[in-house]
């Protein structure tokens, strides 16, 4: 067992920004970390709250209902969290964006109306609002991952472009990805992912799932080897998207 390890996860707006499956993520961190012995610390961080850059050692910030409720959200990250997320950034804290955050933690999201929300600049990325609802099981390819596949569900009008250092989360294999347009899905730098996979992401995906773990333990207690989890159940959920897709 890990024991004496505890991993201190940070929740960003869980009460705005959470409406794809996003807790989903959190039971599945905390379950697979209790069934190691790992200790779990959590802290919701929501409007008006104060975000302590060097605490967590892992974050989340989920999606939102609409550009509307994003706007809301986005004032509050510009004032009173920016600098607190781009330093934890730099100290190398973990950090999964997926949706509504995925998009706020770019460059800009551009609104139906034409206005810009600015991003905090975690990601190379920009996002414009759009019509059309992208929706449906999405597979894409990881060229830093074993196995090299994540499955997952998709929903979202905004269409995500990555910058000139932007890398991709993987490449579409199934879904429209990014923006349909080109071949990619998410974005990451070392630490942080960006994504629209939703569903959550994390119960169809162990994998991913310890690589995060391993990843955020790593910043105060160096390589602490995983004990393996039976995930028989998990892998046949993931392999179930592989098949109906014909993969």
Not at 113 to 129: K, S
């Amino acid at each position: 067992m890990n024991n004496n390890i505890t991993l201190r996860i940070g929740v960003l707006y869980p009460d705005r920004m959470r409406i794809n499956g996003d807790y989903g993520n959190l039971l599945i961190l905390t379950n697979r970390c209790r069934w190691r012995g790992i200790e779990i610390e959590t802290q919701s961080i929501s409007l008006g709250d104060t975000l302590a850059s060097a605490y967590f050692d892992l974050l989340l910030f989920g999606g939102g209902q609409d550009w509307r409720m994003q706007t809301f959200v986005a004032d509050d990250l510009k004032k009173s969290k920016e600098q607190a997320l781009q330093d934890a950034a730099a100290q190398k804290t973990v950090m999964l964006l997926t949706g509504g955050g995925y998009q706020l933690s770019g460059q800009f999201f551009e609104a139906e109306d034409g206005a810009r929300i600015p991003g905090i600049h975690l990601l190379d990325t920009w996002t414009v609002d759009n019509d059309e609802v992208m929706s449906g099981d999405i597979i894409i390819e990881c060229d830093w991952l074993t196995p090299n596949t994540l499955v997952g569900f998709e929903s979202h009008s905004g269409k995500t472009f990555l910058g000139p250092t932007g890398r991709p989360l993987g490449r579409r294999i199934i879904g429209q990805g990014n923006n349909g347009e080109d071949a990619f899905e998410g974005c990451r730098t070392e630490y942080i992912f960006g994504t629209y996979l939703h569903g959550p992401i994390l119960p169809r995906n162990p994998h991913f799932t310890d690589y995060l773990i391993h990843l955020a333990l790593k910043r105060r207690y160096g390589d602490v080897p995983l004990i393996p989890l039976d995930d028989e159940l998990e892998w046949e959920a993931h392999q179930r998207v592989l098949d109906q897709a014909g993969r």
